[in-house]
DNA sequence: CGTTACCTGAAA
DNA sequence: TTTCAGGTAACG
């Protein structure tokens, strides 16, 4: 579900609410058996239990969260996780329970009353409970935001790749955090045909491309990423980035800036999206 | 390099 | 009933 916009939206929510909490207690459903990666779900728990979070990161789509003592835990959401904080309960102790307790895989409460609920339809996503960080994002690539990613290093990741361009832009270790949506509308913003080999771009092609994956980022993070289906931000509200796609999911409808229908082909076994006017 | 498995539910 | 889904690891 989440690509790097809706992952760094949770993040950022979810800073002010669990920053310096300690989880007290840690569950995960027998239901879950992968769930948690490493290790069995009851050694993770009891190894999770009495740590206090001290700092929350992101990267590519993982969520790094760091504990006293030296310890990360690291989510990943996959195609239909979620992280929901419910607040502590009001002083006339209301509560507000998990709103879908059907998918509810995972719970963390935390020393305020707090509580931070894992849900994931799918099962398929994944945690861990490392001391060494790299050994789970060691191989990604370059954060899409972050300086180290210029246009240079574009056309350097893009160079010798025989693959579709698109099927670049979603592998992590080329570049982190990109998915369907995200690929999609860069090769949109930069004119692309997604199909084409990666190594066949011009170097202006290329360029084009760097500055539309940052450009299209951007904006997806500025509406709070994409809620096409089971994304939901760490509050349970949808982002409004879908209401802003330019072809993902488009299909049959007119191109906004030609009026060409928008085609649907399969990329790397993906579902892909494009206008085969504007894009070559 | 492309394809398939992992899961479950919604939509076609 | 069949297909499809914001992802990725493990295949051949």
């Not at 982190?176 to 692309?192: K, M, P, Q, T």
Request: proline content about 5%.
């Amino acid at each position: 579900m989440p690509e790097l916009p809706e992952v760094e939206t949770i993040r950022r929510d979810l800073t002010s609410r669990i920053i310096g909490r300690t989880v007290v207690e840690a569950w995960v459903s027998p239901d879950a058996p992968r769930l948690v990666q490493d290790e069995t779900p009851e050694s993770f728990c009891r190894r999770l239990a009495g740590r206090t979070i001290e700092e929350l990161d992101r990267r590519g789509k993982y969520l790094l969260l760091r504990l006293a003592g030296g310890l990360t835990w690291i989510v990943h959401l996959r195609m239909t996780g979620g992280l929901i904080h419910l607040p502590p309960p009001k002083a006339d102790g209301a509560r507000n329970g998990c709103r879908d307790e059907r998918f509810l895989r995972a719970r963390f409460r935390l020393d305020d009353g707090g509580e931070l609920c894992y849900v994931d339809l799918r099962k398929l996503g994944t945690m861990w409970l490392v001391e060494d960080e790299s050994s789970v994002v060691g191989k990604l690539g370059p954060e899409p935001l972050g300086e180290a990613f210029d246009p240079q290093e574009m056309r350097r990741l893009l160079a010798k790749r025989a693959a579709p361009v698109k099927s670049v832009l979603m592998d992590q270790r080329a570049i982190a955090g990109i998915g369907n949506i995200y690929a999609d509308e860069s090769l949109f913003e930069a004119r692309i045909r997604p199909a084409k080999a990666a190594r066949r771009l011009s170097r202006v092609a290329a360029e084009r491309l760097h500055w539309a994956i940052r450009k299209v980022l951007v904006e997806a993070l500025g509406n709070r990423g994409s809620s096409f289906r089971d994304y939901v931000d760490a509050e349970g509200e949808q982002g409004m980035h879908q209401l802003r796609v330019k072809v993902f999911r488009r299909t049959g409808e007119p191109c906004y800036v030609c009026g060409t229908a928008i085609r649907r082909i399969k990329v790397g076994g993906r579902s892909t999206h494009y206008c085969p006017r504007c894009q070559r």
